[in-house]
């Protein structure tokens, strides 16, 4: 049980010490562990920090926006702000197979990523939102097939060819803590507490191919997908949100008959998966009220045009895992 202000304070101060006057470069993702390690190091160093952020067009609906209106305008962190959704794209054009597809975006980001750190001339660190189960789980590395079965991407491997020292402050950090440090740090509470998201973004969430088409379609449904579970309230006042532990839509690129109006419709379907776990490693899908599933169902097909059809996951895992790919 620690002291939060104290915390911080602490921190700041170790920060400090570590990196003296040199300048830090951090890969912001959106994700909490790199938000709240920003949030710390800003507090820390101001302007000696500088965020790169990569999007490569699998994020999720206006995430480029909200990365840069928190950390840019709201906390006055220096953030580039890289598009490199062409670039992505036309790597992953062709490619159907999904260890692949992880492969190229992971090889890509860093790709991305290295070249933009590199006109950071000055820069000595290279921080990282590394928290405590990372740094067991590598540790155990080879020891369990489970984390071999799908390359999960990060920027490991920067440090050596960047010739950077590295720098992470949430080393220590269980989850728990983390989320917090960043509500201390005046992260905004719904970010904090946000369900995971994968690195290969909505590249393992549209089967098959990657186009840019199929991730603006699916890009929507999720938002209208994560906006009604949010809008669910029970009695402890928690959202459907809330007592999930991850929830998002998968696009399908195969196309059914519907009708709409007078006129028949031929297109693609959304799949949503919602699930409920302690340690991702077995998930039980959860049991999310029908009129629930409905309103979303018709907001979907409503809204997005190009979508007529959305069915529910009722998977477990084992023997399904979370992600369709
Ligand atoms: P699965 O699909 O294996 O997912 O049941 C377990 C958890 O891991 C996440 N996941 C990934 N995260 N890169 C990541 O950073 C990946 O390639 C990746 N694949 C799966 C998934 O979202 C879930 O939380």
């Known amino acids: ?26 890969g912001l993702s959106g994700g909490v562990d790199s938000s709240v390690a920003a949030a710390l190091i800003h507090r820390a160093i101001g302007d000696q920090l500088t965020c790169v952020f990569v999007d490569h067009g699998l994020l999720r609906l206006d995430e480029g926006k909200m990365v840069m209106e928190m950390f840019a305008q709201n906390l006055g962190v220096k953030v580039i702000h890289v598009d490199a959704t062409a670039q992505f794209m036309g790597h992953l054009a062709g490619v159907t197979d999904p260890e692949a597809k992880r492969k190229i975006i992971g090889r890509e980001f860093v790709e991305v990523f290295q070249v933009e750190s590199a006109k950071l001339k000055n820069a000595k660190w290279l921080a990282q939102g590394t928290i405590y189960p990372d740094v067991i789980e590598s540790a155990g590395k080879g020891k369990n097939a489970a984390h ?29 803590e983390v989320r917090k440090l960043g509500v201390a740090l005046g992260l905004p509470h719904a970010m904090v507490y946000r369900h995971p998201f994968p690195g ?38 928690q959202s459907w949100y809330d007592k999930t532990s991850q929830a998002f839509a998968v696009f399908l690129p195969v196309k059914s008959v519907g009708v709409m109006g007078d006129g028949r419709t031929y297109e693609y379907v959304v799949a949503l998966r919602a699930v409920q776990t302690q340690d991702f490693m077995t998930a039980h899908w959860a049991h999310l009220p029908h009129e629930l599933l409905g309103r979303v169902s018709n907001r979907i097909i409503n809204e997005v045009r190009g979508i007529n059809r959305v069915v529910y996951d009722i998977s477990g895992k084992p023997p399904a895992t979370i992600e369709w790919e």
Do not use: C
């Not at 104290?6 to 006057?21: C, L, M, P, T, W």
């Not at 079965?149 to 989850?175: M, Y």
């Not at 089967?207 to 029970?234: P, Q």
């Open 1 to 26: 049980d620690w002291n939060m202000p104290d915390y911080i304070a602490e921190a700041v101060e170790s920060i400090r010490k570590q990196v003296g006057s040199d300048e830090v470069i951090l």
């Open 200 to 237: 290969p973004g909505l590249g393992v969430r549209i089967l098959g191919e990657v186009k840019k088409e199929f991730a603006d379609l699916l890009r929507r449904a999720d938002a209208i997908f994560i906006e009604e579970l949010r809008n669910t309230k029970d009695d402890n006042d």
């Open 148 to 176: 071999t079965i799908k390359s999960h991407h990060n920027v490991g491997g920067l440090p050596e060819t960047l010739n950077l020292k590295l720098l992470e402050p949430l080393r220590e950090l269980f989850k728990d």
